[in-house]
C-alpha cells in the first residue's frame, strides 16, 4: 500500500467518524464551560502571561488538597504525567509493568516510552480493574511495578494491591485518570500509589481541554518528575539539563479553566450519580440488559455508565443511527496491531463485546434520557 492510499484510508476513516458524530443529537459526553471559565480566562488574557503560572499553581494546589496528596504537578495531558512519574521512579529499559489489557492506548505506550515492558493482564468482571490474581498470573522476576486503572473511574481491590505491591517490592502507579472525586473506604482513589495521574481531557469529570496531573506524597520523586516535564531542567530559566527531558508543560488559559470547572465539581459530581440512578431506574425492565454497578465499596463517581448486553455493535449501531452517542468500552489493548500478543483474556475480550457508555453528560436532560432508554428498549422489543 503506498502512503497515498494509507492517507485517504485515514482520512475516511476520520471523515466517517465525524460525520457520525455530527449526526448525534444526544452526545456521549459533553463538558460543561461557561461564563466562569470565561472570566478566568479573560483575566489569563488581561494579565498577558500564557504559561503557567498563578492558576496553575492554584489548580495544583487545589487538586492536592482535594486527592489528600501532599503533592501535585501539572502536565499538558495524563500520558505525560504517566511518563514522567514511571521514569521519575527510575523505571528503565527491560523492566516489566503490569498494565490491564482493557486500558486506555496511553497506558502501555507510556510504559513503552520508558523503554519498560507492557506485560497485559487480564481484569475482574466485577469491578472491570485488576486484582492481586490476574496480577499474579502475569507477574515476573523483571516485574518493577504495577499500572493500575480506575476503569471508568470504579476502583477493584485497590488496598489489596497496594499491599501486594508493598509485599513485592513493586511500584504502585495509579491511572485514575478518569475517578477524580472518587473515593474508596474513604480515602480518594487519587490518594493510592506512588503515584497516581489524572486527565482533564474534555470528556473528565472537569476539564481543561487538554491537561493532566501527577499527585504524589513523595516530594523527591514529583522533582524528578518535574525535571522530565521542564525539557531536563529543575525550571525554566535554568540553563542546566540534568535529563533528557520533554515540554509537557500545560498553559496558563487550560489552568484557569481548571480552577474554574473545580469550583463546579459538586455539580458534576451530582450529576453524573443521578443520571446512573436515572439509567437504572428506566431500564430495570429491559431483561437483556444489565446496568453496570460501580464497586459498593466506594463512593464512586461514574464517569460513564456502562451497560452490558448480550452483542454491544448491533445496539451500538441501532443507537447511533437514532442519533445517540453510544461507544464501546477499552478495546483490548494485547489485540491492537500495536500490542499484538498471543495471550487470551477472556474477561477482557467479553466486557469488551457486551459493553457499551451511554450518553452520560452533566448536560443530558430527561428528555434525552428517557429517548436513550426508550429506543434501548424498542431494539429489544420491536412495537
Ligand atoms: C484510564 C485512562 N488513562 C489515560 C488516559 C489518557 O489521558 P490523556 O488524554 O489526558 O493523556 C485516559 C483518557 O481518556 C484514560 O481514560
Not at 504517566?82 to 502501555?108: C, N, Q, R, W, Y
Not at 473511574?153 to 517490592?169: K, P
Not at 525550571?235 to 470547572?261: H, K, P, W
Amino acid at each position: 500500500m503506498t502512503t497515498n492510499d494509507n492517507k485517504s484510508e485515514v482520512i475516511s476513516s476520520y471523515e466517517a467518524y465525524t460525520a457520525r458524530v455530527g449526526k448525534e443529537i444526544i452526545p456521549c459526553y459533553e463538558p460543561a464551560i461557561g461564563q466562569e471559565e470565561l472570566a478566568l480566562i479573560t483575566d489569563v488574557i488581561n494579565r498577558n502571561w500564557l504559561s503557567e503560572s498563578k492558576y496553575t499553581r492554584q489548580f495544583e494546589a487545589e487538586l492536592a488538597s482535594a486527592c489528600q496528596r501532599k503533592h501535585a504537578v501539572c502536565f499538558n495531558n495524563a500520558t505525560a504525567a504517566l511518563i514522567s512519574g514511571m521514569k521519575a521512579l527510575g523505571i528503565k529499559t527491560g523492566d516489566e509493568v503490569i498494565v490491564p489489557s482493557f486500558a486506555h492506548s496511553a497506558d502501555p505506550n507510556s510504559i513503552v516510552a520508558t523503554d519498560a515492558i507492557p506485560v497485559f493482564a487480564d481484569i475482574e468482571a466485577a469491578t472491570l480493574c485488576l486484582s492481586v490474581e490476574t496480577i499474579k498470573a502475569v507477574k515476573t522476576a523483571k516485574t518493577k511495578a504495577i499500572l493500575l486503572i480506575s476503569a471508568y473511574g470504579n476502583v477493584g481491590a485497590i488496598e489489596q494491591i497496594a499491599n501486594y505491591a508493598q509485599a513485592n517490592n513493586l511500584f504502585l502507579i495509579n491511572d485514575c485518570a478518569p475517578a477524580l472525586f472518587g473515593h474508596y473506604q474513604n480515602k480518594p482513589i487519587a490518594s493510592y500509589g506512588d503515584f497516581s495521574v489524572l486527565s482533564f481531557f474534555a470528556d473528565k469529570t472537569i476539564t481543561t481541554g487538554e491537561g493532566g496531573m501527577m499527585l504524589s506524597d513523595n516530594l523527591e520523586l514529583i522533582n524528578e518528575a518535574n525535571m522530565y516535564k521542564h525539557d531536563g531542567r529543575k525550571e525554566r530559566g535554568v540553563d542546566i539539563i540534568d535529563r533528557r527531558g520533554y515540554n509537557f508543560r500545560i498553559t496558563e488559559l487550560q489552568s484557569a479553566v481548571g480552577v474554574a470547572q473545580l469550583k463546579k465539581a459538586p455539580f458534576f459530581i451530582k450529576r453524573k450519580k443521578e443520571i446512573l440512578q436515572a439509567y437504572r431506574n428506566k431500564l430495570k425492565g429491559v431483561e437483556k440488559v444489565r446496568v453496570f454497578e460501580f464497586n459498593p465499596g466506594g463512593d464512586i463517581v461514574p464517569h460513564r455508565v456502562v451497560i452490558f448486553v448480550p452483542a454491544a455493535n448491533p445496539l451500538i449501531d441501532y443507537l447511533s443511527a437514532a442519533g445517540i452517542g453510544a461507544r464501546t468500552m477499552f478495546m483490548p489493548m494485547h489485540s491492537q496491531p500495536a500490542y499484538r500478543d498471543l495471550h487470551t483474556f477472556p474477561v477482557t475480550e467479553e466486557i469488551y463485546k457486551t459493553g457499551i457508555c451511554l450518553p452520560s453528560a452533566p448536560s443530558l436532560t430527561a428528555e434525552q434520557l428517557e429517548f436513550v432508554c426508550q429506543t434501548i428498549n424498542n431494539f429489544y422489543q420491536p412495537l
